[in-house]
């Protein structure tokens, strides 16, 4: 017999919690944040709004259904199911750091603070549970497949994220390595750099729009949905044995870029999750690319 359908809801701790588990009382919070010219209230308010968006959510989980809450910091130790429903509460960021430990589920966006988050991946209002979470199992609603990016060592190590893969230095240190297309064609070439970063149409919106607003960049950008990425090289440095003629550039669904490292040790990690990076040493590739399984957000 097959599993009812669960209701995962990720959520993270407020920043009032956060105050809190510091400073041990309300009232030394709010010292501490007067004494710094802020106030505790809005602090305060803006954690009612997340306790009550989540109360409401709850509530909206049908009676048939199971239920999980697991908190941001607690994905990597999650084991998401087939027949899940994901429901992120919180920000727009909070559903790229759940999108990597996701296989194919709907995830629904619940926006807590509406005017102050962008609303870009949380899209609906609390009260929208009632309706999206039978629709999300029924195939009634609408779906964007928002396109990932990947990356796989030689050692078979992997990697997906919704925004972008940074690869490089974990400090300030200088990264070198290859660079090049993953064709078998085309010669590398030895760079010196602050790192590269590998993104998608959503992670456009961000970090890369940024890097592709410095460098004037001619290239478009792609969009969301768009089976398409786009790479920059941060801060090449030309010498006589490091090149900058490869910078930046795009990525198709078939295409790869693949960088192998001559440094004592860089990192790969992907949506700002330092925590849950990949170690790479001397010798060692990795191939960058359109990732196979996209987040299935509903519209």
């Not at 990720?10 to 802020?38: C, D, I, K, N, P």
């Not at 940074?166 to 990264?175: I, R, V």
């Not at 440095?237 to 910078?247: L, N």
């Amino acid at each position: 017999m097959s599993l009812a359908p669960r209701a995962v809801i990720v959520h993270r701790t407020t920043e009032y919690e956060e105050l809190l588990a510091r400073h041990g009382t309300h009232g030394q919070a709010a010292f501490f944040l007067s004494s710094r010219g802020r106030g505790i209230d809005e602090v305060r308010e803006r954690h009612e709004r997340t306790r009550r968006a989540l109360a409401e959510v709850t509530a909206a989980v049908p009676l048939q259904w199971r239920q999980s809450r697991v908190e941001r910091a607690d994905l990597d130790r999650f084991l998401f199911g087939p027949e899940d429903v994901v429901v992120v509460v919180g920000q727009d960021g909070l559903v790229a750091n759940a999108a990597k430990y996701l296989a194919g589920q709907p995830v629904i966006g619940i926006d807590t603070d509406p005017g102050r988050n962008p609303g870009v991946l949380v899209r609906h209002r609390a009260r929208d549970a009632t309706r999206l979470l039978p629709a999300a199992t029924a195939g009634r609603a609408a779906v964007d497949e928002l396109t990932m990016v990947e990356a796989v060592t030689d050692d078979a190590q992997r990697l997906v994220a919704l925004n972008e893969i940074y690869l490089g230095p974990p400090g300030h240190q200088t990264a070198r390595y290859r660079l090049g297309p993953d064709d078998g064609r085309t010669a590398p070439e030895a760079q010196a750099s602050s790192g590269v970063l590998v993104g998608t149409g959503t992670g456009a919106t961000g970090w890369l729009r940024s890097l592709w607003q410095q460098s004037a960049s001619t290239l478009t950008l792609p969009g969301p949905v768009d089976p398409r990425l786009v790479w920059f090289v941060r801060e090449a440095w030309p010498s006589p044995a490091t090149g900058t003629s490869r910078v930046a550039g795009l990525l198709g669904r078939a295409d790869g870029l693949r960088l192998t490292v001559e440094s004592d040790r860089l990192v790969a990690f992907g949506d700002g999750m330092e925590a849950d990076a990949l170690e790479l040493t001397w010798g060692q590739s990795v191939r960058v690319g359109v990732a196979g399984t996209a987040l299935r957000l509903l519209d």
